[in-house]
């Protein structure tokens, strides 16, 4: 095969360098990852392939194994085995649930997170705001996307409220997931050469869109209960798919918790620290204290009560997840403690 015709072929799954990579072995996509290894795709086709030794390797950061959105370099064996995962130009990352610390890749090399929330129950600015401190930092846009907006509900007063708490520069779309003409709406986030992924909790109407942006249906999808607008996890598993707009898409499984990694900057809230500097006090508490520019801004209303109180519990939450990660950090480079290392499962994915 040519180069030109490789280029052509890798452009279904995201490629958009004007060069291959010089390595002989083969360049290939990861689009789902399962219990039992992963699924690629070369362009041409989607096949099974198998993590090389050193991904398996215990105590290995699982944000440095393959992810789904990863370009990946494939022996030439019968069995496909993934010896290389080529440098990301992005990555989001959230921590894992559970106890460990630990940070899983959510999707790999994208351009937008869309940030899908259902104008239904599921809505929620505060779980916006998480969701997009966790997109800082990732190398990716954040879009919004408000679901469910043809099911009478007050649209325009959702919209205004959450642009009341977001930059003024954040993109909130409200679409209806069904709608064919939503394609069209969201064209210039997966034209050729761009990659998305699609997250949300469960019931948001991921896989909904993601099939009317597929125009076929593809995904499973399943109806919210009635009395919270929550989901049933239909989604189980990330998938990536190539679009007719010519961008690729990453569906993923609706998420329970959505911790921070530690590593998030907070700028969604730079306007907070802002006011913080102009506290009478260096080290006022924000409570009582004369002379606290946050208290003033509460009053006067410049402040919302509520985004300061997200504010404040991300802001508490990153800084644990910091210590614990920096603590983390520590154990690994000092001396071993008794006792067998804990087992590191490398493809626990979904919740
Ligand atoms: N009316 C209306 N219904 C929608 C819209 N988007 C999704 N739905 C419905 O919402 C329900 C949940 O949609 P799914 O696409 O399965 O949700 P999901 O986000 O993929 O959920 P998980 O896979 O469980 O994470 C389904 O009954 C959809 O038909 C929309 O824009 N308008
Ligand atoms: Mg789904
Ligand atoms: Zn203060």
């Given at each position: ?119 239904d129950g599921d809505f929620n600015p505060s779980r916006i705001e998480r ?51 939503t394609v069209g709406l969201l064209a210039p986030y997966l034209g050729p ?159």
């Open positions: 095969m040519t180069d030109s015709e490789g280029l052509a072929r890798l452009r279904h799954i995201g490629w958009r360098d004007d060069a291959l990579p010089d390595d002989p072995r083969r360049l290939a996509r990861v689009v789902a990852q399962h219990r039992a290894g992963y699924e690629v795709h070369d362009g041409t086709a989607a096949f099974n392939a198998q993590p090389a030794g050193q991904f398996l390797k215990r105590g290995l950061d699982p944000a440095l194994r393959p992810a789904v959105g990863d370009f990946v370099l494939l022996s030439h064996a019968s069995h496909p085995v993934i010896e290389a995962v080529l440098s990301r130009r992005s990555t989001l990352t959230r921590a894992a649930a559970g106890e460990r610390y630990e940070r899983q890749v959510i999707a790999a090399n994208i351009d937008y997170v869309l940030v899908l929330t259902g104008l969701y997009l401190t966790l997109v800082e930092g990732s190398g990716a846009r954040p879009v919004v996307l408000l679901s469910k907006a043809d099911t009478g509900v007050d649209v325009e007063a959702a919209v205004s409220s959450l642009r009341a708490r977001l930059p003024a520069e954040a993109e909130v779309h409200a679409i209806n997931g069904k709608d064919p003409a050469g761009m990659s998305a992924v699609l997250v949300g909790s469960s019931g948001a109407g991921k896989s909904t869109l993601t099939n009317t942006l597929l125009g076929e249906e593809k995904m499973a999808t399943g109806a919210v209960r009635d009395h919270d607008s929550r989901g049933r996890h239909t989604t189980t598993h990330r998938a990536l798919l190539s679009l007719p707009t010519g961008g690729c898409l990453i569906d993923t499984p609706g998420m329970r918790e959505l911790k921070l990694t530690g590593e998030e900057n907070l700028d969604l809230f730079a306007d907070i620290e802002a006011l913080a500097a102009q506290c009478r006090f260096a080290d006022c508490g924000h409570g009582k204290e004369p002379g606290c520019a946050i208290q003033a801004a509460l009053a006067s209303g410049e402040l919302s009560p509520q985004r300061w109180r997200n504010f404040l519990k991300l802001h508490e939450e990153r800084e644990e997840q910091a210590a614990t990660m920096e603590a983390r950090l520590r154990r690994k480079a000092g001396p071993k403690p008794g006792g067998k290392p804990r087992r590191g499962g490398w493809s626990h994915d979904d919740d």
